[in-house]
């Protein structure tokens, strides 16, 4: 993972995908943008197999199989003349357990051509729980001009409590830097270490996130020779071909028969968590319509809850459940353009059918279980502490004055951003909100006691449901970055536990949202549901070979559709593409059974990770480390796709 360290090489760090951050059109190495074969020499454009790079116009990254140190091929980084951004580089993050209490070097064969300043480096980190213990940039030694093939190195101690390092190979200037026959070993103390930091450095980031991110990227680099990697094993694709279960049609008008194996699969779970590959993909999201309909009908579940705005959500249950309101207006009203789909709406007019004529005891709920958008909730807190004891409203009042120039007004958005909060406001200043918001929750609890005839049960606990939100929405706002991101999906994991609390311990909940944030793993969403509810949670993950999706494009493209054909040769996917099967539905947890044939698909593996943005110049950073079944026990594959059918919004 970067981190803004040295002034040479400092570039921006955002959060891992899994993405698991969290790719769109530029080729990796293995995608067949050859200028010329490994036997004719040539290069290509795209990020080697197994490492992750975000390029940018100044700069290229590459393999070339006309220079290199030693096999086919060795990697690149060149930057046009003066490049007006910092750097690129070429990283790989990964858990640092097998290394610790160890010393490290990491090495490679290097050749310059004409590369101007600053120059280019190897450079290393070592993380600790809230610190960073070691770095090295090679900023005394740089590499510049040009030169024949020669190794270099950095060397750095890994404590035995580090939970993460990363490797890098970066270029911050004009010219070429090509890198082959890279090691990363474990040497004696005889060996100098290079460490460039005199004390730790604090990241006062979220050490739970940051060792979960990095368990995704394995515990070993991969790909240090930029060989690339062997295709999958014909013995693993048989046995997948054979296990999984085949999937007709995406179609949720059409008949739910193949779908019938997930009735096995699910057993006797109470929560299961539906993810999607992209925000923007047609057949995730008529699977997942499909997926909700065999759950609701056949197995009793009544519950469904998506990614979005509670409250907001509450007022799209009052129509599936009744029928009132517009179903276009209130689906708008969950802001986020990912949701307002056509395929959406088809599903929340399939709840409403379902709702009109099944019995009382098995209609389905629509629920909400995000916190980014905390006005409606204030503003039913203000309303509702009025109701019940008029003085108290300007004590709300006052409490939440400081949230209201981050908070949204219906579809307006807040006056202020929320990294202004994180970055500008006082921590004192923040700190005083918080214990205001703490306050409001306090005062709404005792109005239960001191109240409890002015209002129903059930509308006491969803006022104090919204004001947890906005206690939520102000512990994401006050931190940034890995730091953000993981107090949302705690903070999620705890409204889902809510959701559960509310419905009893025999209801059925199904759960809507990314694959980035209903996987198994420690710090995500999914992780803190695995930890309270084992194996009566399960997580259902989506892939997909080849196809069309939305995204808001990185480099201001806007909204738009993105196409990708990208399978690397050691990625999950290509496992799915191999079994020439349009679609299936693969229970992972047969992997322990499976034998050796099965055992590579246990990974970790690449798979695709695409969010509601994508970089269209950095495709293989959109592919993270997973495991089988450690960060999804089922697994939905679809072998083609195309974009959700975005809808306009309607605010009145």
């Known amino acids: 993972m970067r981190r803004d360290i040295s002034s040479f090489l400092a570039v921006g760090r955002g959060r891992r995908r899994i993405a698991f951050s969290l790719a769109g059109v530029v080729t990796l190495a293995c995608s067949g943008d050859r200028v010329a074969g490994p036997g004719a020499g040539g290069t290509t454009v795209g990020v080697p197999p197994g490492w992750q790079s975000y390029p940018t116009p100044a700069y290229t990254v590459g393999l070339d199989y006309s220079h290199h140190h030693g096999g086919s091929a060795a990697a690149y980084l060149s930057g046009v003349p003066a490049p007006t951004t910092p750097a690129v580089g070429l990283e790989q993050d990964f858990d640092a357990s097998a290394y610790r209490g160890k010393r490290l070097r990491w090495s490679a064969w290097v050749q310059q051509v004409g590369v101007t300043g600053p120059g280019g480096a190897l450079t290393m980190t070592v993380e600790c729980p809230g610190q960073i213990t070691g770095y090295d940039d090679m900023k005394q030694r740089l590499l510049t001009g040009s030169s024949d093939w020669h190794q270099v190195s950095v ?176 689906l708008s009203r969950l802001y986020f353009w990912t949701w307002n789909t056509q395929e959406v709406f088809d599903m929340v007019q399939w709840m409403r059918q379902w709702n009109t004529t099944a019995p009382a005891a098995q209609r389905v709920q629509f629920l909400g279980f995000d916190m980014q958008f905390p006005g409606e909730a204030m503003d039913s807190v203000q309303s509702f502490v009025t109701r019940v004891h008029q003085p108290d409203s300007a004590y709300v009042a006052t409490r939440f004055y400081c949230m209201n120039p981050y908070r949204n007004r219906g579809e307006r958005s807040p006056d202020l951003t929320a990294a202004f909060y994180a970055e500008r406001v006082a921590a004192s200043e923040r700190a005083g909100c918080a214990q205001g918001l703490q306050e409001v929750y306090n005062l709404i609890a005792d109005d239960i006691q001191k109240y409890p005839n002015a209002a129903p049960a059930d509308t006491f606990q969803l006022r104090l449901h919204d004001a947890r939100l906005i206690q939520q929405y102000e512990q994401k706002i006050a931190v940034e970055g890995v730091s953000s991101s993981a107090v949302r999906d705690r903070a999620m994991a705890e409204n889902v536990v809510w959701i559960r609390n509310q419905v009893g311990p025999n209801g059925k909940v199904v759960l809507w949202a990314h694959d980035g944030h209903i996987n198994n793993t420690a710090g995500y969403m999914g992780g803190y549901l695995r930890a309270a509810y084992g194996s009566d949670y399960i997580s259902l993950g989506f892939a997909f070979a080849e196809g069309s999706f939305n995204a808001v494009g990185f480099n201001g493209e806007g909204l738009k559709s993105w196409h990708t054909a990208a399978v690397p040769s050691n990625s999950i996917e290509a496992f799915f593409s191999a079994t020439n099967k349009s679609a299936l539905l693969f229970d992972a947890r047969q992997i322990a059974s499976g034998g050796a044939s099965a055992a590579p698909l246990a990974g970790p593996l690449p798979m695709r990770s695409i969010g509601s943005a994508f970089n269209a110049a950095a495709e293989a950073s959109f592919f993270g480390p997973v495991t089988f079944p450690g960060t999804f026990d089922l697994l939905v594959y679809l072998k083609s796709t195309t974009a959700s059918t975005l809808l306009p919004f309607v605010f009145k």
């Not at 830097?177 to 990241?203: E, F, H, K, M, S």
């Open 155 to 330: 060397v750095l101690d890994v404590p035995a409590n580090a939970i993460g390092i990363t490797i890098t190979a970066m270029l911050n200037g004009g010219g070429t830097l090509r890198i082959d026959d890279a090691r990363l070993d474990v040497v004696g103390t005889d060996v100098p270490t290079t460490n460039t930091l005199a004390t730790p450095q604090l990241t006062g980031q979220d050490s739970t996130a940051i060792a979960a991110a990095y368990a995704r990227g394995g515990s070993v680099p991969t790909n240090l020779d930029f060989e690339g990697f062997a295709p999958p094993a014909q013995s693993a694709v048989d046995w997948l071909s054979r296990t999984a279960s085949l999937l007709t049609t995406t179609d949720p008008t059409a008949s739910l028969a193949d779908l019938q194996p997930l009735k096995q699969m699910v057993g006797t779970a109470h929560l299961v968590g539906l993810g999607e590959g992209t925000h923007g993909t047609r057949e995730f999201f008529q699977m997942k319509h499909r997926l909700l309909q065999t759950l609701v009908r056949d197995m009793g579940f009544t519950v469904f809850a998506i990614e979005a705005s509670a409250p907001e959500a509450n007022d799209l249950n009052r129509y599936v459940l009744t029928g009132q309101g517009d179903p276009h207006i209130l």
